[in-house]
């Protein structure tokens, strides 16, 4: 049985002042021994949410890493820092970061990469844009994204990565994809799995829908086969995380 997800991305959002505020509200709301809840913050956002979430239910995730061990890289932070601070997860390859940051399948591997190398669990996101979901040519283009984010991670780790199938047209634009539409692209990817690494890999590797993910949408979304939970963006920064958390009460 695969154990579901719930881990909210607070992109840019929240000083750390602002931080420590949402997390005194939400950790009463997220409370469900059945899910695994899990806060991406702002990095400047990692030390008070490290603290804060001790000893409770809520692992702490960044959003983006370098590639690099350390270096003449301005502005950027290493996986080892991240694991120093106690951070557990990381988000690679968000859409915003492929669309704002340029950031590429090989950078999105090499991340990877990286990651399990410092003990990281990577949360890899893939997804199409509408353009390219009225053009038919979806199931490829997530298949393209997922081979080329594998390549030379071993079986071992693939069972540990954390797949996030986010269709661009549906994030922040409160369009959520229907769960059938969730489905058959999350069906897809551990197929693509299968073909790489074989049966049992896609059997534990979980795969996640993120777009628009709210307290509503969860209980439909997750109740489906191939779906192991949700990557939130705006319902991670409202008490409605909790009804997310809590989809099976
Ligand atoms: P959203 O964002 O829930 O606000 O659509 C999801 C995401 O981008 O991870």
Redesign the pocket.
Known sequence: MRKIIAAG?WKMNKTPQEAEALITELLPLVNNDDVDVIFCVPFIDIPVAIEMLKGSNVSVGAQNMHFEDKGAFTGEISAKMLYECGVEYVIIG?SERRQYFAETDETVNRKILQAFANELIPIVCCGETLEQREEGITLDWIKGQITNAFVNVSAEQAKETIIAY?PIW???TGKVATKEQAEEVCKFIRETIAGLYGQEVAEEIRILY????SGDSAPELFAMEDIDGG?????ALKADFGRIVNYNK
Do not use: F, M, T
């Open positions: 991305n968000h986010e549906a994030i922040g993120g777009g628009s993910v990557l939130v963006g705006g319902a």
